[in-house]
């Protein structure tokens, strides 16, 4: 199996949206252009001094290996940092800038730390880099005289400034895959201010490809997509190539100490469920602050969900999308001939399964606790009669104890057929 098929029943990422702004508690790159639509937290700063706090970026409580023991504990299986966002700032040492964080009194290669540790820890590593750069004078950089931003209008270089503004980031993006051993995904982000043929974006796919042959490169590189990327939304219908949702835990991604509209831990984890159960990845941004710490609104949060996946990790990590929807009315996924039911909302008395080998069902229980749960069984008259595999409903009895104050999950163990498990759906 190629090593990339790690990803399509991966799951749940950490994405980690951090910079020299996270010291402002400000949106990342997005103030300097003064606030985006998508973005209500964002403020609107001068560009000047927007950039500059990257003098004094000075992160000493960075410990990537906290962060790797916290995604593991969450059942994560990646992790992405943010190399370089659209404010042209590196988080990692570089030849060809003196815009990094080699420059700030921190010094020590954030990325570098960063892959170190989540590779310790077994988690898979992936980088996000904007291809946009509002700092380069060639991109060119983006200045307070072109505010309002707007989209689709966008100041463009001349040829020559453009030719130079490529070579520094295919430059910046060959640092990133040969200085720091493997590395899992590419993320790139920001193609819209340009074409996919100023990008140069096929000569960069095989760039990347020749150099990191087992990488995964999202969507964002206009036609080199190995998966979509569906921002801050679960697709209504699962895409037909794999995918992953990236979604904030309140309405930023970076660390913005004014947003405190922050997702219930319950909303995090149905999420989570949804898209584990339309075969998708969760990749959930964390942000920490200017010092490196985490806050403690987000931490809270996510240690509910921790408990939770204490629980069911098993009906979640590494499986593949269970019953069809008219099947079972709620996100359901499959491991073998085990299917998992994620309860989101709770039943009446009795949840109803339709389509399913009734004479095959093994065991039914409640997940987290083992709880065996009754059920009854129907099919057609003349099925039962002369069908010794009938497809039927399965009528499961949720009483009051066995329902998870955030989601209840049950699993179902069906024995295998003379036919294919197919009939499972
Ligand atoms: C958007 C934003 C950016 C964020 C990204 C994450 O493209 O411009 O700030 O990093 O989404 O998906």
């Known amino acids: 199996m190629p090593d990339k098929n790690w990803f399509d029943t991966a799951r749940f990422g950490m994405f980690v949206h951090w910079g020299h702004s996270s010291q402002r508690g400000c949106e990342l790159s997005w103030p300097l252009v003064g606030g985006a ?200 219908q699962p895409p037909l190539c794999a995918w992953e949702t990236c979604m904030t835990i309140n309405e930023s991604w970076g660390y913005n100490s004014n947003d405190k509209s922050f997702k219930s831990p319950r909303r995090i984890i149905h999420t989570l469920c949804e898209v584990a159960g339309k075969g998708g990845n969760l990749l959930l941004n964390v942000s920490p602050m200017g010092d490196g710490k985490i806050q403690l609104e987000l931490l809270g949060r996510l240690a509910e969900v921790e408990n939770w996946i204490g629980d069911n990790e098993e009906s979640i990590i590494g499986t593949e999308p269970g019953l069809e929807p008219w099947q079972f009315y709620g996100p359901s996924t499959r491991r073998g001939n085990r299917i998992y039911l994620h309860l989101l909302m709770k039943p009446y008395d009795s949840i109803d399964l339709r389509g399913v080998p009734i004479k095959r069902v093994k065991s039914v229980q409640v997940l987290g606790s083992g709880m065996e749960l009754s059920y009854t069984t129907r099919c057609a008259i003349m099925d039962s009669l002369l069908n010794g595999d009938p497809i039927g409903e399965l009528i499961i009895k949720v009483p009051e104890i066995a329902i998870d104050p955030y989601a209840t999950v049950i699993a179902i163990d069906f024995g295998v057929g003379n036919e294919s498990a197919s009939a499972l759906s």
């Open 37 to 236: 639509f998508s973005l209500p937290y964002s403020q609107n700063i001068p560009v000047e001094e927007y950039h500059s706090t990257a003098s004094t970026f000075n992160p000493q409580n960075y410990n990537p290996q906290e962060w790797a023991k916290f995604a593991k504990c969450l059942g994560m299986q990646y992790a992405i940092l943010t190399a370089k966002h659209h404010d042209g700032f590196a988080m990692f040492h570089t030849q060809v800038s003196d815009f990094s964080i080699q420059r700030s009194p921190y010094g020590k290669d954030i990325v570098g730390e960063f892959v170190d540790a989540m590779r310790s820890a077994g988690l898979r590593v992936g980088l996000y880099f904007s291809l946009i750069d509002w700092h380069h004078p060639d991109y060119p950089a983006f200045t307070e005289a072109d505010k309002p931003y707007i989209f689709g209008q966008y100041r463009q270089p001349n040829p020559a400034q453009w030719q130079r503004f490529i070579d520094f980031m295919f430059n910046q993006v060959r640092e990133l895959l040969t200085n720091y051993g493997k590395i899992d995904i590419i993320w790139f982000d920001g193609s819209w201010e340009r074409t996919p043929e100023q990008w140069q974006a096929k000569e960069l796919g095989e760039m990347v490809r020749s150099l990191q042959p087992e990488i995964l490169i999202n969507d964002r590189l206009p036609g080199c997509g190995d998966f979509d990327t569906p921002e801050q939304f679960i697709p209504p």
